[in-house]
């Protein structure tokens, strides 16, 4: 069980913890042989805040772990922090209290500091400067004396936004499921209306082409009538058009006839079987 204190030295730190301090061991072994040193290759964690600092993010860590939860850190800094909480992530600010709370990349340990008390910020997301809740060093009650309280509160921000995000995910799938049903419903009726109008369209069809093949077949009857016609002046006139040359024309005129008669050829049904085969 957690106690209300968090560890006075750091031998059995976190192994994220433990990276920053290896990091900052190799800082010091590099100084050690050089020159000129920049305020940018000397070690980070040095001063009394940040080992404070990283002290308190320690025992968070420590505790949550053993809960199952998984602790992240990003930047050299330690800035940017976030526990892992079933499929959720909860941001954090561990901080100077005199400093605003502000995006990890424009945090940085040398920000001049008027006070060594600690704030420690449940964010409401990434990037987010709303603090959900916040606990800070407070006269005669420092923040290592509140950290079970803390803990407690960071699990509960965890657990909340992942039951938020199941219902939100829930709630999606129930709106979801009734697009599903809605896009069916409408596919169904414009695949309803569509074949509606292939119907009275192949309908159409077959009256126009009842009409072209009625057209035909009087065309037909009509060249034949008009051969007779001629056949029977020619027979009573002396027309003095040869015999073989009329017996020619009347073959040529009779067959066109009977190549456009759709009744002869028995196209008239056959365009309307073609007619349903395309539709």
């Known amino acids: 069980m957690m106690t209300d204190n968090a560890p006075r030295d750091l031998t059995k730190a ?4 433990r990276k920053l301090l290896t990091a900052d061991d190799e800082r010091r072994k590099n100084i050690a042989t050089q020159r000129y040193v920049f305020s940018s290759d000397k070690p980070i964690f040095d001063n009394k805040f940040e080992l404070r600092r990283l002290r308190l993010l320690n025992a968070i860590f420590m505790a949550l772990s053993k809960c199952g939860m998984k602790p992240q850190l990003r930047g050299k800094e330690a800035r940017g922090i976030s ?3 079933g499929d959720q992530l909860v941001p954090l600010f561990v901080d100077s209290t005199d400093r605003k709370v ?10 001049e500091r008027q006070t060594e008390n600690i704030k420690i910020c449940i964010l409401s997301s990434f990037g987010s400067l709303d603090c959900l809740l916040t606990w800070q060093d407070e006269p005669g009650q420092k ?33 979801r499921k009734a697009e599903i049903i809605d896009e069916r419903k409408r596919r169904k009726e414009e695949e309803e209306r569509l074949e509606r109008k292939r119907q009275i369209q192949l309908e159409k069809d077959k009256v126009q082409r009842l009409l072209d093949d009625a057209d035909k ?32 024309w009347v073959n040529w005129a009779i067959a066109q006839a009977d190549r456009i008669d759709p009744v002869l050829s028995g196209q008239f049904f056959e365009n309307m079987e073609e007619l349903d085969s395309n539709h």
Do not use: C
């Open 143 to 175: 923040l290592e004396k509140r950290l079970k309280e803390i803990v407690t509160q960071i699990i509960v921000s965890g657990e909340t936004r992942y039951r938020n995000g199941r219902q939100r995910n829930f709630e999606w799938l129930v709106r």
């Open 102 to 111: 502000e995006p990890a990349h424009m945090q940085h340990n040398w920000f």
């Open 83 to 85: 526990i892992e909480i």
């Open 217 to 248: 077949l009087l065309q037909a009857d009509k060249i034949r009538q008009y051969v007779e016609i001629v056949k029977t002046r020619i027979s009573n006139g002396n027309s003095g058009i040869p015999v073989e040359k009329l017996i020619t």
């Open 14 to 17: 976190h192994h994220l913890i």
